[in-house]
């Protein structure tokens, strides 16, 4: 099968692209992102999609970078598409986030790639991963002890982004770029042995395919279709028993309970995901928890003495209570939050040190915002021409009354609260954005229904909460 019918099998087998879609392609100037936007721009009529270029600068490598974005530019030009640029100093970001400089590169062209999307209102972000990436990924995992979620590999589909070479090997982009006479750059990066994943690449694979498996790539991309087809129906399984062990918690403090007969009840991959979706709920996390981590909770499961806790990233822990497994946030304890009261940047980004956390704000006119549907409770979206002055965020305050998206009158903050499920010793952590008397946002849980968008808002007020103290906010458009 050549290169093309490979990629058009993958986008269909996963509905990748669908007409009237537009795609922005993310673009760094290296062999495999400027085939992957010449492959889409090759595809787009057919396809009936449309086609952007972005392309982020990490201001990490000076003068090179810089030739990439030129090149960039150049060839988006030539095949008559534009481009969105921006940059940001990511060495800066590393420090102040005490990343390794791979994360932190990773979390600001990430962040970079949402807001680009919202900016030129696109649903899909095509990245230019490859077979042979799969593969490093895969036996990179394996090598940690990651067992089928990591083993899966780098998914074809999630969210916005998408991966359309997932199935071409690196010998077949450089073939393709050589009979469409493509300009490329290589980062002198990659060939130093600096990176495990890039030690992997230059020398574990070679090995094996000269000594064991002339055809591992192969074999390893196979191997993640089969444990992402697995991983995704037995979560499907913990996902559907998981609301039969959940309990309403009613220990002090504790964050949600899971019933240990229901866990034992169930066999142990579906127990091991049962208790990891529990943690997620709790943090809020998107990550998962580390096979140590889950083998501390399974043995609380069999320790009917109780009194034992479990330590778990996020701030969580767990302990057994008689018959359940209670999950704590913070300890369970209150946590002791001093009024704070700041003038909300907009746009902009306002750090609250009394939590932690960050409150990004942008503004948009209508059909370049998120889609309302798709939001998470970290993220709001709200009608800025019915907020009448300046916006500010503070902590709760005694007597506070808030009207809730979908009621049609005001209630007492504290029986929303309670409503909601949020613990007591928890609620001063939720920041509230407040325009005069009136609570915009509960952030973290709900808007207010005076403030929510309809067919005929003309501007879009975004809000997204962020953990720490230094969100990428450095970046810019360019």
């Not at 479990?310 to 497994?325: D, I, K, N, Q, Y």
């Not at 007492?412 to 407040?434: E, M, S």
Request: with cysteine; proline share 7%.
């Amino acid at each position: 099968m050549d290169l093309m019918r490979k990629v058009c099998a993958l986008i269909d087998a996963f509905q990748m692209i669908k007409p009237g879609d537009l795609v922005l392609a993310g673009v760094s100037g290296g062999m495999d992102s400027v085939s992957l936007l010449h492959i889409l721009w090759s595809l787009r009529e057919e396809r009936r999609f449309s086609l952007q270029a972005v392309h982020f600068n990490h201001l990490i490598r000076g003068a090179e970078a810089r030739a990439d974005a030129g090149l960039v530019r150049e060839l988006a030009g030539a095949l008559g598409l534009s481009v969105i640029a921006g940059e940001c100093d990511v060495p800066a970001y590393r420090s102040a986030r005490g990343l390794s400089l791979e994360e932190a590169a990773r979390e600001a062209r990430y962040a970079f790639f949402e807001q680009a999307c919202r900016r030129a209102g696109a649903n899909r972000l095509a990245l230019g991963h490859h077979a042979d990436d799969q593969a490093e990924t895969i036996l990179l995992n394996l090598l940690r002890g990651a067992g089928p979620a990591g083993l899966k590999g780098i998914p074809p589909v999630r969210g916005p982004y998408i991966r359309p070479l997932l199935h071409v090997r690196r010998r077949e982009i450089a073939e393709y770029c050589r009979r469409h006479r493509l300009p490329f750059r290589e980062d002198a990066s990659n060939r130093q042995d600096t990176y495990t994943r890039n030690r992997i690449r230059l020398h574990l694979i070679p090995l094996l395919e000269s000594e064991y498996n002339p055809r591992l790539v192969d074999a390893l991309v196979r191997l993640g279709e089969i444990c992402r087809e697995e991983d995704a129906y037995l979560e499907e399984q913990a996902a559907g028993l998981y609301p039969a062990a959940r309990r309403e918690s009613d220990a002090g403090g504790a964050a949600l309970e899971l019933d240990i007969d229901a866990l034992r009840a169930v066999p142990p991959p579906l127990r091991r995901r049962m208790l990891r979706r529990a943690w997620r709920e709790l943090t809020g996390s998107s990550a998962d928890l580390s096979y140590g981590h889950v083998q501390s909770l399974l043995g609380m499961l069999d320790n009917t003495a109780g009194g034992r806790a479990a330590v778990l990233p996020g701030g969580a822990e767990a302990v057994r209570a008689g018959s359940r497994l209670c999950f704590y946030c913070g300890g369970g304890r209150p946590v002791m939050v001093p009024p704070y009261f700041y003038p909300l940047a907009v746009p902009g980004c306002t750090y609250i040190p009394e939590i932690n956390k960050t409150i990004r704000a942008e503004l948009s006119p209508p059909g370049q915002s998120p889609d309302p549907c798709r939001l998470t409770a970290g993220e709001a979206l709200l009608d800025r021409g019915k907020l009448p002055g300046p916006l500010f965020v503070r902590r709760r305050r005694a007597g506070d009354r808030f009207m809730p998206l979908g009621l049609g009158e005001p209630v007492r903050l504290k029986k929303f609260l309670n409503g909601c499920g949020i613990a007591a010793g928890q609620r001063d952590c939720l920041p509230l954005v407040v325009c005069g008397d009136d609570i915009v946002w509960v952030g973290g849980v709900r808007p207010g229904e005076k403030f929510k968008v309809t067919p005929l808002t003309k501007e879009f007020l975004y809000l997204r909460i962020m953990e720490g103290g230094a969100p990428v906010q450095s970046f810019s458009f360019i």
